[in-house]
C-alpha cells in the first residue's frame, strides 16, 4: 500500500471518530422542539394563574366599591336620622374600602399589563414552534441525505472497492489483448489460405504445362506403328500405369 493510500485512511478514520463524537443533528433538534414545547407548556400555565389573579383581584375590587357605596348609603341614612356621628362613622368605613378599591384597581392595572405581554410572549412562542417543527423537519431530512451521501463517498473511496475497480480494468485490458489476438491469428490464417490457394493454383498451371510439352513430345516422337498401337482398343501396359496413377 502506497503512501497516500495509508494517508487517505488515517484521515477517513479521524473525520469518521470526529463525525462519530458530534453531536447528532436529528437528536438537537428534536430536543430543541421539545424543550421549546415545554416552555410553551409553562408559559400557558402562567398566562392562566395571571388569568386567575386578575379575576381574583378585579373581585376584590368590586366587592371594596360595593362596599364602600353600602357605608356611604348608611351614612346617608344615619344622618337623616340626624345621627351626625355616626354617619361621620359609615363615612369613615366608607373612606376606607374606597383606598382599598383604588389600590385594588392599581394592581389591576399593573396585572393586565403583565397578561397582556405573557399572551404576546405566548403567541411568539406557539409561531416560533411552529416554524421549528417545520424548519425541523427539513433539517432533519437534509441531515440524513447529507449521511448517506457521505456514506456512499466512503463506500466509493474504499480500497476494497478500488481494487475491485482496477481488477475490473485489468481483466477489460486483457480481454481486449486476447481479442486483438484472436484477430491478428483470423487474419494471418487467411493469408495463409490464400497462399495455399495461389500455390495450388501454380502447381496446377505447371502440371499443365508438363503436360501439353508431353504431348507434343509424343506427339513429335512417335511412329506410325506407336499411332495405330495407340488407337488400338486394349494396351496392358497402359492399363497398368493408369492403375498406378489412380492408387498414388
Not at 470526529?18 to 408559559?43: F, G, R, W
Not at 353600602?70 to 373612606?95: F, H, I, M, T, V
Not at 389600590?103 to 392595572?109: E, F, H, I, T, V
Not at 456512499?152 to 473511496?157: H, I, V
Request: proline share 2%; with cysteine; glycine share 4%.
Amino acid at each position: 500500500m502506497g503512501l497516500f493510500d495509508r494517508l487517505g485512511r488515517v484521515i477517513r478514520a479521524n473525520l469518521n471518530s470526529l463525525i462519530n463524537q458530534a453531536e447528532d443533528p436529528e437528536k438537537i433538534l428534536e430536543q430543541t422542539v421539545i424543550e421549546m414545547q415545554d416552555d410553551l407548556i409553562k408559559l400557558r400555565q402562567a398566562v392562566a394563574q395571571a388569568i386567575a389573579t386578575q379575576k381574583r383581584t378585579e373581585r376584590q375590587c368590586s366587592q371594596a366599591q360595593i362596599n364602600a357605596d353600602e357605608w356611604y348609603r348608611r351614612a346617608e341614612l344615619a344622618l337623616q336620622k340626624g345621627d351626625e356621628a355616626l354617619a361621620r362613622e359609615a363615612l369613615s368605613r366608607r373612606q376606607a374600602f374606597q383606598e382599598t378599591a383604588q389600590a385594588l384597581q392599581g394592581q389591576l392595572d399593573q396585572q393586565g399589563d403583565i397578561v397582556g405581554k405573557l399572551k404576546q410572549n405566548m403567541r411568539t412562542l406557539e409561531s416560533k414552534l411552529a416554524e421549528a417543527k417545520t424548519k425541523k423537519d427539513m433539517y432533519i431530512a437534509r441531515a440524513r441525505s447529507a449521511q448517506a451521501s457521505q456514506r456512499l463517498n466512503e463506500m466509493l473511496g474504499n480500497t476494497g472497492i478500488r481494487d475491485s475497480r482496477a481488477a475490473f480494468e485489468r481483466m477489460e485490458e486483457k480481454v481486449l489483448q486476447m481479442e486483438a489476438q484472436a484477430d491478428a491469428v483470423a487474419e494471418l490464417n487467411t493469408g495463409n489460405n490464400l497462399e495455399k490457394r495461389f500455390e495450388a493454383i501454380e502447381k496446377g498451371t505447371s502440371v499443365d504445362a508438363e503436360l501439353d510439352a508431353l504431348k507434343v513430345h509424343l506427339a513429335l516422337t512417335s511412329s506410325p506403328d506407336a499411332a495405330q498401337a495407340a488407337a488400338e482398343p486394349y494396351d496392358p501396359e497402359l492399363e497398368k500405369l493408369r492403375s498406378q496413377l489412380e492408387e498414388a
